[in-house]
């Protein structure tokens, strides 16, 4: 297993959690990491993404200003801080990765992501 994600649970809305991407073997060199979430009968859609090296960051326009993508390359993991939650935040959270640093136009796109995480369910409602 090379990326595992941590942190999810049940909160109210307008609480806050921070999920965490543990990576290994290939996926710890990964050069773009992301968030993705899929709700029940959605398309799993992206939330925010970070590149290695330049740390160039993108976040989607629904999470823009509540959600914080932050990367340590010492400890190898990619965390996801999100605040101001609401029930339509509720779905199962993914970590991705690939080991190439994916141009601005590529970085939002599910397809370019070659590692992928079990995923950690979060739900939020009172």
């Known amino acids: 297993v090379q990326l595992v994600e941590s942190g999810g649970g049940l909160v109210l809305p307008g609480g806050s959690l921070t999920l965490s991407c543990s990576t290994s073997?290939?996926?710890?060199?990964?050069?773009?990491m992301g968030w993705f979430r899929q709700a029940p009968g959605k398309e799993r859609e992206f939330l925010a993404t970070i590149r290695r090296g330049d740390r160039k960051i993108l976040y989607a326009d629904s999470v823009k200003g509540r959600f914080t993508i932050f990367r340590n390359n010492a400890k190898n993991t990619v965390d996801l801080q999100m605040r101001s939650l609401q029930v339509e935040d509720t779905a199962v959270y993914y970590c991705?990765?690939?080991?190439?640093?994916?141009?601005?136009?590529?970085?939002?796109?599910?397809?370019?992501?070659?590692?992928w995480g079990q995923g950690t369910q979060v739900t939020v409602s009172l």
């Open positions: 073997g290939r996926a710890s060199s990964s050069g773009t």
């Open positions: 991705a990765g690939t080991s190439r640093n994916l141009i601005v136009s590529s970085m939002s796109r599910k397809e370019h992501y070659d590692y």
